[in-house]
């Protein structure tokens, strides 16, 4: 019943996480159940699953934020996370956002280099206020990065975004991703989205993961490809929703 870090010899084996027989419980209500997961170094892991089926809960655990009611979670060092909201806090400049919890003298530098990373390196000494939606998830992202996070969760990060800075977005992980290839866990209510950007997309269901769907690359790289018109139209139909034309 706890949230140790990986042995040597699974950080060896290229594991970021190694979750096995989770639970979390609200009150009386047991939101996980007998959850297993495992994500690799470099794996791009999407999460779908219904509304209130607990991907939040878990990404929480996952984290540490919240302890757990049993089982074992074993992750790096270090885990970050981005959420739906970018969460700057709105009295420090954007490099102090993004260097927060860096102690020592480096975290001037990292934080400049993880906002140009980002393209904003010429906002460092801005507020978050000053920023639009798609740039503030940029500024967390650089957040969750500048820690070089063995495992990133990411929990709806482009849900209010329109469409193209949404598209933007994508582009922009995916390249983060290849360059400091943490795990990464991307809950989502975007099928689509999840072919786009996943390896392999998890279903969520009844408080445990009930499918486990690799995505070719052919799929992944291309929306009208039959594999990923296929597997999307499997995706909706397990989560319980007919696929319009
Ligand atoms: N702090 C909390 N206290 C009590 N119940 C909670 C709390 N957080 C979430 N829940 C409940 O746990 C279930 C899973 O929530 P959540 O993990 O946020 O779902 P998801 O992210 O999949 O939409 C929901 O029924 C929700 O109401
Ligand atoms: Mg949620």
Redesign the pocket.
């Known amino acids: 019943m706890s949230l140790s870090t990986l042995s040597v010899q699974q950080e060896q084996n290229g594991l970021a996480v190694n979750v096995s027989s989770l639970r979390r419980r609200?009150?009386e209500?047991t939101?996980i159940n007998g959850l297993h997961l495992q994500i690799r170094r470099g794996e791009f892991v999407a999460l779908l699953?219904?509304?209130?089926?607990?991907?939040?809960?878990?990404l929480?655990a996952l984290s540490g934020l919240d302890a757990i009611d049993g089982g074992r979670i074993e992750g790096p060092k270090q885990t970050a996370v981005v959420f739906q909201e970018s969460r700057l806090i709105p009295w420090e400049s954007l490099w102090r956002n993004v260097a927060l919890g860096l102690h020592d003298r480096r975290g001037k530098p990292l934080a400049l280099a993880a906002l140009a990373e980002v393209g904003l390196g010429d906002r460092s000494e801005d507020w978050p206020r000053t920023l639009s939606g798609g740039q503030a998830q940029r500024v967390a992202l650089a957040r969750a990065l500048v820690r070089e996070p063995g495992l990133l969760l990411l929990?709806e990060p482009f849900a209010a975004l329109d469409a193209l800075t949404r598209l933007r977005m994508h582009a922009l992980v995916r390249q983060l991703v290849a360059r400091h290839r943490p795990g990464v866990l991307l809950?989502t209510h975007d099928v689509d989205e999840a072919i786009a950007l996943a390896d392999r997309v998890l279903i969520?269901r009844a408080g445990a993961i009930a499918g486990d769907y690799p995505v070719s690359h052919a799929a992944g790289g291309n929306r009208a490809h039959p594999e990923a018109q296929q597997l999307r139209e499997h995706l909706l139909a397990e989560l319980g929703v007919e696929a319009v034309e």
Do not use: I
């Open positions: 609200y009150g209500r939101v699953g219904e509304s209130g089926c607990g991907k939040t809960t878990l929480r929990d809950v969520m």
